[in-house]
């Protein structure tokens, strides 16, 4: 095989390439998901200027792309990190890659990954030990009704408890389906920020509110922004910024207005948007890798990921596996 890495900016690819990624896109079900389409890196790409794509020819024909960011020392991260949910290869169904070979022709001494899905085979031989878990699902396949009527009844009347409260203390409940004016988006950020460190030193980055507003109004049929605002009354009381790809939507940013704690604001957006997610044909909600406890009473469904790297240097994968162990 002769294989060739050429290593361009995301908006530097073309409409054949475009093409090209979005038919691999939809070879393979583990691809579809939007933190793997073009959009996404061209967005990132747009505002964070060492955003890459590797693109991988075999005998002249593109094989695969791998989209990332460029650190220090030459090693890679996930394109938008950390706000990338979902990473890996883009290529054929079936195709076989050298993960080790792409990464040294890339010019890379190694490619950190978060969560790779488990069938990336790839990638299989890179994951770190330890770091295979379970991304979370919701299965809409069989209708809301259904899958509302499965859950436990515990859940079911505290959440029928709480909505009540909220509408009786505030004002009745609703949910706006994909807003499309940037001042919610803005007060998740202004929420987020103001209660989690990683999330303060997240959106102090100028790039990372760019590319989050940015891909709140996208429209691209790969990579579309769904921004969700759930009010009692007048009143905003939790807001959600998804991304969705036909079938497909995936839990991005999501928080609510601490004030209202005790109504529960969030698992009441959530559960809103998974009744109206089902109204529009979607049957796939990726909640993403993490044990949040929310995740274990709504998901019904699930898929492994795991982390790691791709290490270029021979022994620097058996060095770095020490040194994890050693810190516990």
């Given amino acids: ?3 060739r890495v050429t290593v361009v900016r995301p908006g530097d690819l073309g409409p054949s390439e475009a093409s090209l990624w979005a038919r691999f896109q939809k070879s393979s079900p583990e691809l579809q998901n939007p933190f793997f389409s073009l959009t996404f890196a061209q967005v990132v790409g747009r505002h964070r200027p060492n955003s890459r794509v590797a693109v991988v020819e075999d005998d002249g024909a593109i094989q695969a792309f791998l989209p990332f960011d460029l650190g220090p020392q030459r090693i890679g991260v996930p394109i938008g990190d950390p ?4 990473q890996g290869f883009i290529s054929e169904g079936g195709a076989t890659i050298d993960a080790r ?3 040294r022709k890339a010019g890379l001494r190694g ?3 978060i969560a790779v899905s488990a069938a990336q085979g790839a990638l299989a031989a890179h994951h770190y030990e330890g770091t295979l878990v379970e ?3 919701i299965d809409l396949s069989d209708g809301y009704e259904p899958y509302f009527a499965g ?3 515990k859940f079911l009347s505290d959440y029928n408890r709480r909505w009540r409260a909220l509408e009786r203390d505030v004002g009745p409940v609703s949910l706006e389906w994909g807003a499309t004016e940037l001042k919610p988006v803005r007060q998740l950020m202004d929420w987020k920020s103001a209660r989690y460190g990683g999330a303060r030193v997240l959106f102090a980055e100028a790039a990372a509110r760019s590319i989050v507003e940015e891909l709140a109004v996208s429209t691209s049929e790969d990579c579309r922004g769904v921004v ?3 009010r009692a009354g007048d009143q905003m009381v939790a807001v959600s910024s998804s991304l969705t790809c036909p079938g497909v939507l995936c839990g991005w940013f999501t928080t609510y207005d601490h004030d209202m704690g005790k109504y529960s604001p969030g698992m009441t957006a959530l559960i809103a948007t998974l009744e109206e997610a089902a109204r529009r044909h979607i049957t796939r909600i990726d909640m993403g890798a993490g044990q949040d406890s929310y995740k274990s009473r709504l998901t019904n469904a699930s898929y492994p990921v795991a982390g790691g790297a ?3 240097i021979p022994g620097e994968r058996a060095a770095r596996a020490l040194y994890r162990r050693w810190r516990g």
């Fill in 1 to 3: 095989m002769r294989m």
């Fill in 111 to 113: 490619w950190r990954f």
């Fill in 228 to 230: 969700n605002v759930l």
């Fill in 151 to 153: 859950l436990s009844k």
């Fill in 135 to 137: 991304a979370s699902l």
């Fill in 101 to 103: 070979r792409v990464i």
């Fill in 310 to 312: 791709v290490w270029v």
């Fill in 83 to 86: 706000m990338n949910n979902l």
